[in-house]
């Protein structure tokens, strides 16, 4: 079955940085695009970043020039590092796969940008 488990989420002060990561089993990781949303208290999920089969990557608009998504496909790991992290990236972050039609989700990681 689909697995995806997300680690690395804490603490963390303004203009601090953190590498999370979503380790995958279950499917063929190489070949899909995974992504990565975030959900703030009180708001909706938002997408934040894909990175496609091919190594292409796509990140919103607030998070361009800090946060960086990446993959390595022979440890079936989805990484998002993020760099001069703000208060409202505070959010619970999930990694997401979408297969025939069908969305999976881990469990997310808590990212808390306070000082």
Same mark, same amino acid.
């Given at each position: 079955? $689909?697995?995806? $488990?997300?680690?690395?989420?804490?603490? =963390?002060? &303004?203009?601090?940085?953190?590498?999370?990561?979503?380790? /995958?089993?279950?499917?063929?990781?190489?070949? #899909?695009?995974?992504?990565? #949303?975030?959900? /703030? &208290?009180?708001?909706?999920?938002?997408? =934040?970043?894909?990175?496609?089969?091919?190594?292409? !990557?796509?990140?919103?608009?607030?998070?361009?020039?800090?946060? !960086?998504?990446?993959?390595? +496909?022979?440890? +079936? !790991? =989805? #990484?998002?590092?993020?760099?001069?992290?703000? &208060?409202?990236?505070?959010?619970?972050? #999930?990694? +997401? $796969?979408?297969?025939? /039609?069908?969305?999976?989700?881990?469990?997310? !990681?808590? $990212?808390?940008?306070?000082?």
């Amino acid at each position: 079955q $689909v697995q995806l $488990v997300e680690s690395g989420g804490g603490l =963390v002060q &303004p203009g601090g940085s953190l590498r999370l990561s979503c380790a /995958a089993s279950g499917f063929a990781f190489s070949t #899909y695009a995974m992504r990565w #949303y975030r959900q /703030a &208290p009180g708001k909706e999920r938002e997408l =934040v970043a894909i990175i496609y089969s091919d190594g292409r !990557t796509l990140s919103v608009d607030s998070v361009k020039g800090r946060f !960086t998504v990446s993959r390595d +496909n022979a440890k +079936n !790991t =989805v #990484y998002l590092q993020m760099n001069s992290l703000k &208060p409202e990236d505070t959010a619970v972050y #999930y990694c +997401n $796969v979408k297969i025939l /039609a069908r969305d999976y989700w881990g469990q997310g !990681t808590q $990212v808390t940008v306070s000082s």
